[in-house]
């Protein structure tokens, strides 16, 4: 380990950073600057010559030398000798003259030629020019003439210039052909379009370059990115200098601060009698990023040591279990395994609900490989994601108020570490007695003494960096989709944050590259987002969503997330059903083999939004609705330094680039719609039917949770219901306003009154707007993090549990949980008043 891996680092310094590229990578072999972590010939990647940085050091210099000089100046009377000419007048200065005779030599030659350009070419022309000028009086004494037989004249010119005209207009937008994609032309916009967008879509093939995002792949798979640190510096830097290569605008890098731990080798787990020792990092290496630790795990103080026991996935029914069986877990370590249905941050959360004094969580195996250590986020992610010291606040600014580590919801209050399956397995065999889960027993609370000291240095506030920039849009630019990438990882990230971000540059280039080819600019704007800080909470996407939450929830209308984009075969898909329409459309233009097309590969669209990811601020905080498509299915080494490119190429994930190749065609195909159509394709028809399956799963579900009470609680349901319905109708009625829209555009030409284009931008205003009425009014709420009680995450929701529709009405179940059922119902009755009256004001233009 090396000590000035986490120290503060400017983010305009770039000394000490190397950023590769084929102009440099060969000169970088020798130079002593290098840093040793940074490989010296990284692969050649894509990117534009930009010369626009050089600099001239030339300059002028005026050296003038001051001589005195005298002129005598001699005042004469001049009488002309010759009379001048009618048609010319000239100035003369006598005196001039005799002192300058080369002048006046040269002046009189001026003067012959000048004359005889006018006696050989203007009076020859002019004599051609009479006859055809007297023509043209005679065509316009009779054009004068035919006016006065049909009326008014003024009138009638008037009408003659603006039928002229109108002929003018109409033959140059029919037969003007060019390579741009013209978006006042009626071949376009009858098709209720103001750009050809097929033909858009037909040519994003031709900039995918599947060899570029392979060598980026490995490049980016070669140097260690953990946050706040240079490798995740030089990635920023990176990916800034491709952006502003390839054309975007605004690129900045977004610095922020935020609370940042970060592992030593003074951290140890071992029994008390000296028959055990756990071994805290991998690969037999004590760099920083294979040292075993949890991100925004609390440390101990001084080294504690208790008796453990093994609490399965440590779910709160787990811990039921052992309670239930009397065995206490009071000052207990325990054992946990990574994984389950729940997120590892809610397991010290019941934890410490039953006075545990430390969590040891074990890491699973990755086929035959039982040494690797995962180093999972302990934030509490279901109180409020981003920074543990400021939740429900930006951090950005780096003197805001932070909450001291015992007051704040986020912080976990019991201290964690990681150890591999081998090490874990071993302390697991050495219980007796207790529960049994599956193939193991918890211990009875009668085991060998473990010792414990957790040394990570803290960082209450370290600078992180988000990498941002724009296509601004021409009609309606302060909407916006917003495409995000997680770039950190805990070490390599091949999997987990890279595959993501290679295809996320591959749609910059792509999408700059229609912007070159054809000069499209996109009706509304497209923002691309770079996240840091991914692992430590989601901090980045949070503290960026924080620090712009009422333009976002003003203007924000699609949000993309691009994370662990490939890890396996199934093609997986997760949207707000608004989108739904749009992508299934998208789905049947992306050809994979033959007539086959990505909808072959598709057999269900998800709704669930419960993992890890960024979607999770973007969805609660300011109600964006989202989309994630991936390739999943194989279990990899997430968060372990096993996550490489080696085990990439060895899993045979994507060799060929050819699944990355795909999401971007795809990907591309469903931002050019919602970027570019007239009318933001939110399907309201979808929404209200997915809602109607949703209230019949909510019933359900409060069937489940009161069907073994004694006394039984009646709920109604029948307002939600007659809400959903009207929902249903308002939805009706805007797709017969955007048919006889479509209609009369067709109809017209491709003309569009300005009438109906201020009703078009009212419309797309009221989609947005109905997506912020379901974000809840009060200031303080029991969780920061969660505003939205239409789509959101109970606290409780399990990730991977198919038997209920979680994401839906998340107030109404989180009280149903707690056998609240009073709140329940008056949620239910606010969840109905706020969707009736949300599909009244949609239609209100």
Known sequence: MRGDDYHRLPTESSSTLNLHNNNTSTNNNNNNTHDNNLPLNPPTYFEFDNDDDADDDNSLNNNNDHNNRHHHQHNALHEST??????????????????????????????????????????????????????????????????????????????????????????????????????????????????????????????????????????????????????????????????????????????????????????????????????????????????????????????????????????????????????????????????????????????????????????PKFNDQDDIIQRENVGLTRFSSGDILTPGWSSENGYVTRLSWDKSETTPKIPSIPISWKDGSKLIEKLQNGHKFDDYVSGDGQSPILQLNINNINKPVHPLWNVVGSIEGREQGDKGIIIGSSRDSTCYGTMSSNTGTVAFLELIKVFTSLQRKFQWVPSRSIFFVSFDATEYNLAGSTEWIENRKEALRKDGYLYIDMSDLVTGDELYINSHPFLRESIKTSLQKVKIEGDKTMADLVHDIKDEFLDFKNYIPFINLVNIPSLEIKFRGLKYPKNSCFDNFKNFENLNLDKSMLKHSQLVELLS?????????????????????????????????????????????????????????????????????????????????????????????????????????????????????????????????????????????????????????????????????????????????
């Open 82 to 363: 010759s009379t001048p000419s009618i048609e010319q007048f000239e100035i003369e200065e006598p005196e001039f003259e005799r002192r300058h005779g080369f002048i006046n030599r040269a002046s009189a030659i001026s003067h012959k030629f000048a004359n005889n350009i006018n006696s050989r070419i203007i009076h020859p022309v002019t004599r051609i020019i009479d006859p055809i000028y007297e023509g043209y009086k005679y065509l316009q004494m009779q054009y004068e003439k035919s006016i006065l037989k049909l009326g008014n004249p003024l009138v009638v010119k008037r009408l003659l210039y603006v039928l002229i005209m109108m002929i003018l207009i109409f033959g140059i937008s029919k037969y003007s052909e060019n390579d741009s994609i013209n978006g006042g032309g009626s071949t376009t916009f009858s098709k209720g379009k103001f750009y050809d967008i097929e033909k858009l879509s037909s040519s994003i093939n031709q900039f995918i370059n599947p060899k570029s995002m392979k060598e980026n792949l490995e490049y980016f798979s070669s140097i260690p990115h953990l946050t706040g640190t240079k490798g995740d510096l030089l990635f920023a830097k990176y990916i800034e200098k491709y952006m502003k290569s390839n054309g975007l605008h605004s690129v900045d890098i977004n610095e922020f601060q935020s609370f940042i731990n970060y592992p030593t080798t003074n951290t140890y787990l071992k029994l008390k009698d000296g028959s055990f020792e756990a071994k805290l990092n991998e690969q037999n290496s004590q760099e920083m990023q294979y040292s075993s630790f949890n991100p925004n795990a609390l440390s101990t103080i001084d080294e504690i040591e208790g008796n453990y026991i093994y609490v399965n996935y440590g779910r709160e029914e787990d811990f039921a279990n052992l309670q239930n069986n009397n065995i206490n877990l009071e000052d207990k370590i325990v054992l946990i395994k990574y994984g389950g249905d729940i997120p590892e941050s809610n397991k010290l959360f019941y934890a410490q609900n039953y006075k545990v004094k430390a969590i040891i969580f074990i890491s």
């Open 669 to 845: 195909k469903i931002i050019l719609d919602f970027a570019e159509l007239p009318l933001i394709p939110y399907n309201f028809i979808d929404l209200a039917n997915q809602l109607i399956q949703y209230e019949n799963d909510l019933e359900k579900f409060t069937q489940s949770i009161t069907q073994n009470l004694k006394v039984k609680p009646i709920i109604h349901f029948d307002g939600l219901k007659r809400a959903l319905m009207t929902l249903k109708d308002v939805g009706e009625k805007y797709n017969e306003w955007a048919h006889e829209w479509k209609q009369f555009i067709v109809q017209s030409g491709g003309l569009e009154p300005p009438m109906y284009s201020a009703m078009r931008g009212m419309w797309n205003n009221n989609m947005i707007d109905f997506n912020n009425r379901f974000l809840t009014k009060e200031l303080t709420t029991k969780r920061s993090g969660y505003k939205n009680f239409l789509f959101g995450i109970p606290f409780s929701a399990p990730i991977n549990s198919n038997e209920f529709v979680w994401i839906s009405f998340p107030y109404v179940r989180d009280y149903l949980q707690q056998h609240d059922f009073s709140s329940a119902q008056l949620e239910i009755d606010n969840l109905a008043s706020t969707i009736e009256d949300a599909a009244i004001k949609f239609l209100t233009l």
